[in-house]
């Protein structure tokens, strides 16, 4: 396995067991380690600089979670979420982030606002750029504002507990041609409801910009798939 991961610098043990899931997470959410790689212990143990020990719990905590699976004669491997499993995410997400911009679009305020437009017109010029890796920075910030602005407590730390299923889906999707400028597009429009404090429309945009989300993860899954078929 190439060095996919960076070492861990902590003394507790606690908080070294907390790094290692975290990282590992991290890296199969956000695809660098992607479905079907071999996690070996000693491998991983050596690029995070830690023991075994806390990799083999983190690999445990993973395989509850299924994000990681035992296979015959391969051992533990990261495993591939279902079409079921990420249909079932893209919805919760469509309920949670659409009520968090129409409860935004009831909350907040002028500095906001100017944060969001400047966000928008950065990703606009990512977008004449092909930045991807901007954007996906840009979309999190755009994000976070909203969900702030919601001022929900209870309902940002509900969307930040998909945060890392929202960056691995949304690179996914968009290698799906023209998909990045309809979503920037999709933000400007969503902005403009927030300024009007129109919160109804504000939560069918949101809702909207997961589902075309959710169309355009799949049709590159399909097309994944359908390329490894062949070969």
């Not at 695809?31 to 083999?56: H, N």
């Not at 509850?64 to 495993?79: D, I, K, M, S, Y």
């Not at 909350?107 to 977008?127: S, T």
């Not at 969503?190 to 169309?215: F, P, T, V």
């Amino acid at each position: 396995m190439e060095s996919l991961l960076e070492p861990i610098n902590l003394d507790n043990y606690q908080q070294v067991r907390q790094e290692a899931y975290q990282a590992l997470r991290e890296a199969i959410l956000t695809g660098r380690l992607e479905p079907g790689t071999r996690l070996v212990e000693r491998k991983i143990a050596r690029q995070l600089g830690v023991s075994r020990t806390p990799v083999r719990e983190a690999i445990r905590k993973l395989e509850l979670e299924g994000l990681v699976e035992h296979q015959p004669r391969r051992g533990v491997v990261v495993a591939r979420m279902s079409s079921r499993e990420a249909f079932e995410v893209y919805s919760i997400r469509a309920v949670l982030e659409g009520l968090a911009a129409r409860l935004a679009a009831e909350h907040i305020n002028p500095v906001q606002l100017r944060k969001l437009n400047d966000i928008v017109g950065a990703m606009e010029r990512a977008c004449e750029n092909d930045d991807q890796e901007g954007l996906q920075e840009l979309h999190l910030e755009f994000n976070e504002i909203i969900w702030n602005a919601a001022e929900s407590p209870r309902l940002h730390q509900m969307i930040n507990n998909l945060v890392d299923y929202i960056v691995g889906f949304t690179k996914l999707g968009y290698c799906v041609p023209g998909r990045v400028r309809a979503a920037t597009r999709e933000h400007r429009e969503l902005l403009e409801a927030l300024s009007r404090g129109d919160g109804e429309k504000a939560e069918r945009l949101a809702r909207q910009h997961i589902e075309n989300s959710r169309h355009a993860y799949f049709v590159q899954v399909a097309l994944r798939d359908q390329k490894n078929t062949i070969i």
